[in-house]
């Protein structure tokens, strides 16, 4: 990820842990295909030369989801988080995200379950410690072989 797209990283990180906070609140929520398109489109991006607008249209669309989010589903909007403080397993798992996204980025369908994961795992990267990461991390493979079947 190139340093000018840390605050698009970061303001995914922030959907994830609001989408996950809703998820683990409300039983049975999975959101709709919507934020798992702009969370995929912002992660496929992130090794991209945007523009200044293109990048700050994309933080203030993910940026409104997550206080859409906060609102409909009663949980805190969660900030955007400071990718310059990752380091080790929480930069893998970005990465891993990262190329998971692209992968999926021309697929016509989603999985329901491969967006969770996603959800969760940038959730992940926001909680203090490593040990959500490496449970993501852990089951990085299995996320990978479901996109190939869509």
Same mark, same amino acid.
């Given at each position: ?9 970061g ?9 996950t906070?809703?998820?683990d ?7 709709c295909?919507?934020?798992a398109?702009v969370?995929?489109?912002g992660?496929a991006?992130l090794d /991209?030369? #945007?523009?200044d607008?293109q ?7 993910i @940026?409104g989801?997550?206080?859409h ?5 009663g949980v805190p909007a969660?900030?955007?988080?400071n990718?310059?403080?990752?380091g080790?397993?929480?930069?893998q798992?970005? /990465?891993? #995200?990262?190329h998971l996204?692209?992968?999926m980025?021309?697929?016509?369908d @989603?999985?329901?379950n491969v ?10 990267i ?7 990461a490496a449970a ?9 072989a ?5």
């Amino acid at each position: 990820m190139n340093d000018q797209n840390a605050q698009l990283a970061g303001a995914l990180v922030g959907l994830g842990a609001t989408i996950t906070q809703a998820m683990d609140r409300i039983e049975d929520f999975v959101p709709c295909g919507h934020p798992a398109s702009v969370v995929i489109n912002g992660l496929a991006s992130l090794d /991209d030369s #945007l523009t200044d607008d293109q990048r700050d249209e994309q933080v203030s669309s993910i @940026t409104g989801l997550i206080e859409h989010v906060s609102e409909k589903r009663g949980v805190p909007a969660h900030d955007i988080a400071n990718i310059f403080e990752l380091g080790g397993i929480k930069t893998q798992l970005l /990465d891993e #995200l990262k190329h998971l996204a692209i992968a999926m980025k021309p697929k016509t369908d @989603t999985d329901p379950n491969v967006n969770a994961w996603m959800y969760r795992s940038l959730a992940a990267i926001e909680h203090d410690g490593n040990l959500e990461a490496a449970a993501r991390m852990a089951e990085v493979r299995s996320v990978k072989a479901a996109v190939e079947t869509l």
